[in-house]
């Protein structure tokens, strides 16, 4: 497929979410019952714990897009809506749990419930929410689903140990890092969107195309992540600039910068990356060489690559506002960079 077919929105047009959300109002509702249904517990502190996190900002992004890709079929049930909200439990999970990994302190502008509570509270209330979320799935009663969401919530813990195993590791490829964010966050957006062809009974031809269509949104939507770590702001990415630079996450812009590098460049990286050089000072040194290099214009070309091969996943289905929606929301997750 050629990612000129559906060339992305111009920048000045300022895509988001809202056409989404418009969409799926009525379904989100129906999803957000279900989460805080499920969040209860006699436990106090599991809902307090899991709504601090759940209610704090997020975009329900992955949720979303189950529900969009079901109405691309016009699909008048209501099982999504459960495995929507089994989608929203797997992410808030790994978020609670990366958050304990990372030491992070901040999480969509907010402390981080590891901040508030410590970290054996955090791990164990994200344990509550992947049983919850496999409640989810048995009570749909698919085999087909069921092996999909659990696949992907392995896959996704697999990931997470891969980008811990990389971490401080300079040389790590791209190659190796693109085999990493598919499986720490791409799978699950795959996944999100592939169940939607499964409770409308569309076959496994168009749940490929979901799955590719979700696949390649994750993929440009980490890519952007991971190159506005270096050049947005706490107040616009939820989180302090350059927490990977000071967790020595070698990420894609690293990997661009390390291997164009001059031999002191290099030497630079490895230091940053193992800890040695990691302060404001040097921060800023990181940003520069990044951008001098090409490396955030690089990666970002990449996160519009990807995004113009989701679109192109969507060219089989019939032109409408669930399509339309869909596209932009790609457009929305690669512009959030500008």
């Known amino acids: 497929m050629s990612a000129s077919v559906h060339p992305l929105r111009p920048r000045d047009a300022a895509p988001s979410l809202s056409p989404l959300l418009a969409l799926c109002a009525p379904g989100l509702h129906a999803v957000n019952t279900v989460i805080l249904e499920r969040m209860h517990s006699p436990v106090a502190l599991i809902p307090e714990l899991a709504g601090h996190l759940i209610a704090g900002g997020g975009k329900r992004l992955?949720?979303?897009?189950?529900?969009?890709?079901?109405?691309?079929?016009?699909y008048a049930g209501t099982r999504h809506h459960k495995l929507a909200a089994c989608v929203e439990f797997i992410h808030t999970a790994t978020l609670l749990h990366d958050d304990v990994v990372d030491g992070s302190d901040l999480r969509r502008g907010k402390a981080t419930a590891n901040t508030i509570w410590g970290n054996p509270a955090s791990v164990l209330v994200g344990d509550f929410l992947f049983s919850r979320s496999f409640e989810l799935m048995v009570e749909d009663g698919s085999l087909r689903v069921l092996k999909i969401l659990s696949h992907a919530s392995a896959v996704i813990a697999e990931g997470e140990v891969a980008q811990l195993t990389a971490q401080r590791v300079v040389a790590t490829t791209e190659e190796r890092y693109l085999e990493i964010i598919t499986a720490k966050t791409a799978v699950l957006f795959a996944a999100a969107c592939q169940i939607a062809a499964v409770v409308a009974e569309r076959g496994n031809a168009v749940e490929a195309e979901l799955e590719s269509f979700g696949?390649?949104?994750?993929?440009?939507?980490?890519?952007?992540?991971?190159?506005?770590?270096?050049?947005?702001?706490?107040?616009?990415?939820?989180?302090?600039?350059?927490?990977?630079?000071?967790?020595?996450?070698?990420?894609?812009?690293?990997?661009?910068?390390?291997?164009?590098?001059?031999?002191?460049?290099?030497?630079?990286?490895?230091?940053?990356?193992?800890?040695?050089?990691?302060?404001?000072?040097?921060?800023?040194?990181?940003?520069?060489?990044?951008?001098?290099?090409?490396?955030?214009?690089d990666t970002l070309a990449r996160a519009r690559l990807y995004g113009a091969r989701a679109i192109d996943a969507l060219a089989s289905f019939q032109h409408g506002a669930a399509r339309d929606a869909l596209i932009e929301t790609v457009e929305f997750a690669v512009a959030r960079a500008f």
């Open 215 to 297: 696949r390649n949104l994750g993929i440009a939507f980490q890519l952007v992540d991971d190159a506005i770590d270096y050049v947005s702001d706490a107040g616009t990415m939820g989180k302090d600039s350059g927490d990977d630079f000071r967790d020595g996450k070698v990420t894609l812009p690293v990997i661009l910068a390390h291997a164009r590098g001059s031999e002191a460049e290099r030497r630079f990286w490895r230091d940053a990356m193992l800890g040695r050089a990691a302060g404001e000072e040097e921060l800023r040194h990181a940003t520069a060489l990044l951008h001098s290099s090409g490396a955030i214009d």
């Open 62 to 74: 992955r949720p979303l897009l189950t529900l969009g890709c079901a109405q691309l079929f016009d």
